[in-house]
């Protein structure tokens, strides 16, 4: 207890020097009670210095905000807390860089605004030793329990569109109807996986594994070829598939004349530098994926 007391009386005896330090020059008014204790119930109390009140006034709306996602964060992760213990998971660093940054993206925090400050205060004031000026700017902005647990209730929905997504994709692996849509669940899966630390990043990791897979069966197949002209369609196993890519168009012999993108691709070529005595092709490549994707058409010359 004297332990406690002793503590108690040299914060109070630096709180004093300080204060003997700085003499006040100008002020809004007479200093409220809530800007001296910088605590209330129902609201978010906060103080900022700076050279100017505009830039101390801008400061001190953005540590209103602060406290807003960190109250939000530490709920969920409070919350968070006991069901990675049971899947074997702790919360890491990572994790609760996670969470914060997506409390940060709370709708609500966009309407963060002066004009519903309740009430503010200022004063400028002069470090005596060095004589340098300062204007320090205080908010009293209203946030209570009710306001806290809607916001984690809004974040707690965004979370749950985070599952239903993974599930979504999973349902759309098996119904692919183009490369660029393999190419977009890739890259959204990896940031997924990235930003999760619960068992829905294994998940979301697994599955851009097996869209990543999907590049293996991808093949270019002839639908028709006669002199002069082929057509193709790119294949995903057996199901055809687009893509807006334009392929890589090569001949030892022929002139290409012609190369269109569609559902059937096609291509039109000239063969009369080609030669019956020897084999000789148009190749097709693709970049897909990780992969090139190549097929080489005889050309069939009499």
Known sequence: MKKILSTLSLSLLWA?????QQKTLEASGKKPEWAKLLVETGYIITQSDAASLGEAQQKAMLLVKQEIVRSVAEQVISAATHSLQEQGLSVTESYTQSITAKANKVPFLQGISVSKVEDSYWEKLRDKPSKKELYRYYVKYPFSAAQL????AEFREEDQK?????????ALREQVESVEQIDAAVDELGSLAASLEDSRKEKAALLQSRYRALYENLLIAEVEHTLGRIAYRLMLGERPVKTSRKPQVKSDCATVTQATVGDT?????????CYADVENFVSVQYRLGHRNVLHRFLIPLP
């Open 149 to 152: 647990g809607k916001l984690v």
């Open 265 to 273: 691709c096609s291509i039109a070529y000239r063969y009369d530098g």
């Open 162 to 170: 985070i599952t239903r997504r993974i599930g979504e994709l999973e």
């Open 16 to 20: 004093v020097a300080l204060f003997a």
